[in-house]
């Protein structure tokens, strides 16, 4: 069929009618449709269509390939195009500057050789102006304009830049500007430095010889630190600007120098103005004359007021050479994390300028001193912060905050010192690694939480011996870090269901370490105790809960027999245990051979009850003193009631007689033990004992009853 072509013809023919102008898709599928002879040739069709799509796709990706690789290359070109525009722009911008400096040189030579040429231009621009006058206002209009030719093209510093008749550019140029922690190329920028300010701006892409606002910084708060030449980075400096540094390149080491001096004359001369200009406001100004007056009793109260001095009469002098420096070495000490020799300036200044009267002068240098105290003050914060490095400890911390509080920030200082303590402590106790023993993991935790709390008191002390009122913040601080590490210990200890044993010995640790605190007048037991009252609970009843269940399961398979333990190793052992439980007279009860004349129910009630006992005294305080009496009591119960229903029920004579010697055994021998060693751990006895060992019958049960009431 007519479709049913070769592979090269068929898809050379299919190409070029779906390429065709007047393709239709509905036509073309009606058509062929009807001319196919089966689902076979639609399935060679479509997939001919699929392979043909596939081809085209392809050709496709090749194609955008191809032209993305000119793109890029094009782009490439337009920019070197541009830096080199750019280069040759700034190339003719300076030539122009020579010219003209080379052009006002001539005239100025010529003016010396011949002043009355000299006088006669200057007459014939303006004849009512004087030379003097004329040249500064020459000059100082040139400056303008310079400066606002400049400005015109750096978009969005108008408003940061209002024209002020002493405000004039000093010196511009290129620089590139790097990564401060990486050192890697960030971007090109252009740096305007007037004798104010330095203005940085970026070069806009698309305009050449236009740039956009960047920063704007004050040379009052600017310091410049060369930077070491490191191959490949070299003719480097950093501008300095709380709270953050920049680094930038310079085109090559002349420029780099001419950058570094300019900017440091600029800054002195700013130093020497501003120096000139508190000096002549510091100059005492003549009082206005006051009118004659015609009253008689003036005179008596101008009599008065010479006697009382004025203190706006008393000047402050400003004029010395450490105060005029003083904002800029502040700088300096804040750039170089010299926070002591800042604070001692500080302190100097204070002193200077505490018997002095505010006058508008002092106002102004106070408002320059308390923008650098902030600065170190955020510095010093900073220094504090969690953030940072947590390693060396609490003394690590002392630097920063004896300066806060020399500054007057104690409750600051307090508030940072113990988060970052916090912080440490916390930090500490999560890297810690869960392996081995539960007691092996507490040990560790104990030694880790309680040495940094005692470390962090010492170092508290020392730091805050004159702030008294701190005390308090620390106490509660030492609460929230407690609740810290009592939440990890009831984690490790509690939720992972260890036996008594293992939780009374994590307990006992916990303690002992606690007490250490006392060395400093620090007790924080009761608020350990607080924290673990609820598990320790938790952990007595759910052991109580399972010696009831197994001395239940035992009564339930009790023969009531003598125990034969078979050997004398095993008879020796036993009586071993029950010598360490308090039965001291235990022999009695013993037999011929290996025989115990006791039921084995009975005897591991008996330890069982013991063991319960010991452990729990080891968790005892007074808030667990009525948890404690009720689980012994409840256990005692159990197997009380069980040894008389079992008397009630039992018909044997000599099982009779042997059940008494059981009940017997437990009134006169385990319950005074269980309440002494109560007593001796308590210290006090225990009422609710004595009433169930005093009882002069056993209990009462339903004698018609055949199964135990408990």
């Given at each position: 069929m007519a479709l049913s072509l070769g592979e090269g013809g068929g898809g050379s023919r299919l190409r070029r009618q779906l390429e065709s102008g007047g393709f239709a898709a509905g036509e073309y599928v009606k058509q062929l449709s009807q001319q196919s002879d089966g689902d076979r040739d639609l399935q060679e069709h479509r997939q001919r269509i699929q392979a043909l799509s596939e081809e085209t796709a392809q050709s496709l990706k090749r194609?955008?390939?191809?032209?993305?690789?000119?793109?890029?290359?094009?782009?490439?070109?337009?920019?070197?195009?541009?830096?080199?525009?750019?280069?040759?722009?700034?190339?003719?911008?300076?030539?122009?500057?020579?010219?003209?400096?080379?052009?006002?040189a001539l005239l100025l030579q010529a003016d010396r050789d011949d002043p009355a040429l000299g006088a006669r231009r200057a007459a014939a621009a303006d004849p009512f102006l004087p030379l003097s006058a004329k040249d500064a206002a020459a000059n100082e209009e040139g400056r303008q304009?310079?400066?606002?030719?400049?400005?015109?093209?750096?978009e969005g510093c108008?408003?940061?830049?209002?024209?002020?008749?002493?405000?004039?550019l000093v010196y511009n140029g290129d620089l590139v500007e790097y990564d401060a922690d990486h050192m890697a190329q960030i971007q090109r920028v252009h740096a305007f430095l007037m004798n104010d300010c330095l203005l940085v701006a970026t070069a806009l892409p698309n305009r050449r010889g236009a740039y956009r606002y960047d920063a704007l910084y004050p040379l009052d708060g600017l310091a410049v630190v060369n930077v070491k030449d490191n191959p490949p980075m070299k003719d480097m400096f950093k501008?300095?600007?709380?709270?953050?540094?920049?680094?930038?390149?310079?085109?090559?080491?002349?420029?780099?120098?001419?950058?570094?001096?300019?900017?440091?004359e600029t800054k002195r001369n700013r130093a020497l103005s501003e120096k000139r200009r508190l000096e002549q406001e510091a100059l005492p100004r003549p009082a206005p004359t006051p009118p004659e007056s015609t009253n008689p009793f003036d005179e008596d109260e101008d009599e008065e007021e010479e006697d009382e001095p004025s203190a706006e009469e008393e000047v402050v002098d400003l004029s010395l050479e450490w105060i005029q420096e003083l904002p800029e070495d502040l700088d300096v000490c804040i750039a170089q994390r010299d926070f002591e020799g800042a604070v001692d300036l500080l302190d100097k200044l204070n002193e200077y300028l505490a018997d002095k009267p505010v006058s508008q002068p002092v106002k102004e240098l106070r408002a320059k001193v308390d923008e650098r105290v902030r600065q170190l003050t955020d510095v010093l914060v900073f220094e504090l912060s969690p953030d940072r490095s947590l390693r060396g400890g609490p003394r690590a911390t002392r630097r920063a905050v004896s300066q806060l509080i020399r500054l007057g920030q104690s409750t600051k200082a307090c508030e940072l010192f113990l988060k970052n303590r916090a912080a440490a402590v916390q930090t500490a106790i999560r890297q810690?690694?869960?392996e081995g023993a539960t007691l092996l993991y507490i040990h560790k935790l104990c030694h880790v939480f309680f040495t940094s709390l005692l470390e962090t008191a010492r170092e508290f002390e020392t730091d805050f011996a004159g702030n008294n009122g701190c005390y308090s913040a620390f106490v509660v601080w030492a609460r929230s870090s407690m609740r810290m590490f009592v939440d990890a210990f009831s984690k490790q200890v509690f939720d992972s269901k260890e036996s008594l044993s293992t939780a009374?010995?994590?307990?006992?640790?916990?303690?002992?370490?606690?007490?250490?605190?006392?060395?400093?007048?620090?007790?924080?037991?009761?608020?350990?105790?607080t924290l673990l009252v609820k598990d320790i609970k938790g952990a007595l009843q759910s052991y109580k809960d399972i010696i009831i269940e197994a001395t239940k399961h035992r009564n339930s398979e009790e023969m009531w027999r003598k125990m034969n333990l078979m050997t004398p190793e095993a008879l020796g052992k036993l009586r071993e245990e029950m010598r360490s439980c308090g039965v001291g007279n235990f022999d009695q009860y013993t037999g011929d051979d290996c025989w115990v004349n006791l039921s084995y129910t009975v005897v591991a009630f008996t330890k069982q009850?013991?063991?319960?006992l010991e452990e729990a005294?080891?968790?005892?305080?007074?808030e667990l003193h009525m948890v404690l009496l009720e689980s012994l009591v409840e256990i005692i119960l159990v197997a009380v009631q069980h040894v008389d229903y079992s008397l009630r029920c039992e018909q044997d004579p000599e099982k009779k007689a042997f059940i008494r010697q059981n009940a017997s055994f437990l009134y006169e021998t385990v319950l005074p033990v269980v309440e002494k060693r109560f007593e001796e751990g308590v210290g006090k006895p225990a009422k609710q004992l004595q009433d169930l060992r005093n009882a002069s019958r056993l209990m009462r049960v339903n004698p018609e009853s055949t199964t135990s009431v408990v």
């Amino acid at each position: 069929m007519a479709l049913s072509l070769g592979e090269g013809g068929g898809g050379s023919r299919l190409r070029r009618q779906l390429e065709s102008g007047g393709f239709a898709a509905g036509e073309y599928v009606k058509q062929l449709s009807q001319q196919s002879d089966g689902d076979r040739d639609l399935q060679e069709h479509r997939q001919r269509i699929q392979a043909l799509s596939e081809e085209t796709a392809q050709s496709l990706k090749r194609n955008v390939y191809q032209n993305y690789r000119q793109f890029i290359e094009t782009a490439r070109e337009i920019s070197y195009l541009e830096s080199e525009m750019y280069q040759l722009s700034h190339i003719l911008t300076e030539q122009k500057g020579i010219m003209e400096a080379v052009t006002q040189a001539l005239l100025l030579q010529a003016d010396r050789d011949d002043p009355a040429l000299g006088a006669r231009r200057a007459a014939a621009a303006d004849p009512f102006l004087p030379l003097s006058a004329k040249d500064a206002a020459a000059n100082e209009e040139g400056r303008q304009r310079t400066l606002t030719t400049l400005l015109e093209k750096v978009e969005g510093c108008r408003d940061l830049l209002p024209e002020s008749p002493g405000k004039y550019l000093v010196y511009n140029g290129d620089l590139v500007e790097y990564d401060a922690d990486h050192m890697a190329q960030i971007q090109r920028v252009h740096a305007f430095l007037m004798n104010d300010c330095l203005l940085v701006a970026t070069a806009l892409p698309n305009r050449r010889g236009a740039y956009r606002y960047d920063a704007l910084y004050p040379l009052d708060g600017l310091a410049v630190v060369n930077v070491k030449d490191n191959p490949p980075m070299k003719d480097m400096f950093k501008l300095l600007m709380f709270p953050e540094s920049r680094i930038f390149q310079a085109e090559n080491a002349k420029i780099k120098k001419e950058w570094l001096e300019v900017l440091e004359e600029t800054k002195r001369n700013r130093a020497l103005s501003e120096k000139r200009r508190l000096e002549q406001e510091a100059l005492p100004r003549p009082a206005p004359t006051p009118p004659e007056s015609t009253n008689p009793f003036d005179e008596d109260e101008d009599e008065e007021e010479e006697d009382e001095p004025s203190a706006e009469e008393e000047v402050v002098d400003l004029s010395l050479e450490w105060i005029q420096e003083l904002p800029e070495d502040l700088d300096v000490c804040i750039a170089q994390r010299d926070f002591e020799g800042a604070v001692d300036l500080l302190d100097k200044l204070n002193e200077y300028l505490a018997d002095k009267p505010v006058s508008q002068p002092v106002k102004e240098l106070r408002a320059k001193v308390d923008e650098r105290v902030r600065q170190l003050t955020d510095v010093l914060v900073f220094e504090l912060s969690p953030d940072r490095s947590l390693r060396g400890g609490p003394r690590a911390t002392r630097r920063a905050v004896s300066q806060l509080i020399r500054l007057g920030q104690s409750t600051k200082a307090c508030e940072l010192f113990l988060k970052n303590r916090a912080a440490a402590v916390q930090t500490a106790i999560r890297q810690l690694r869960i392996e081995g023993a539960t007691l092996l993991y507490i040990h560790k935790l104990c030694h880790v939480f309680f040495t940094s709390l005692l470390e962090t008191a010492r170092e508290f002390e020392t730091d805050f011996a004159g702030n008294n009122g701190c005390y308090s913040a620390f106490v509660v601080w030492a609460r929230s870090s407690m609740r810290m590490f009592v939440d990890a210990f009831s984690k490790q200890v509690f939720d992972s269901k260890e036996s008594l044993s293992t939780a009374a010995e994590c307990v006992k640790v916990a303690k002992e370490h606690c007490k250490q605190l006392s060395e400093i007048g620090l007790d924080l037991t009761f608020i350990i105790h607080t924290l673990l009252v609820k598990d320790i609970k938790g952990a007595l009843q759910s052991y109580k809960d399972i010696i009831i269940e197994a001395t239940k399961h035992r009564n339930s398979e009790e023969m009531w027999r003598k125990m034969n333990l078979m050997t004398p190793e095993a008879l020796g052992k036993l009586r071993e245990e029950m010598r360490s439980c308090g039965v001291g007279n235990f022999d009695q009860y013993t037999g011929d051979d290996c025989w115990v004349n006791l039921s084995y129910t009975v005897v591991a009630f008996t330890k069982q009850t013991m063991a319960f006992l010991e452990e729990a005294l080891k968790l005892y305080f007074p808030e667990l003193h009525m948890v404690l009496l009720e689980s012994l009591v409840e256990i005692i119960l159990v197997a009380v009631q069980h040894v008389d229903y079992s008397l009630r029920c039992e018909q044997d004579p000599e099982k009779k007689a042997f059940i008494r010697q059981n009940a017997s055994f437990l009134y006169e021998t385990v319950l005074p033990v269980v309440e002494k060693r109560f007593e001796e751990g308590v210290g006090k006895p225990a009422k609710q004992l004595q009433d169930l060992r005093n009882a002069s019958r056993l209990m009462r049960v339903n004698p018609e009853s055949t199964t135990s009431v408990v």
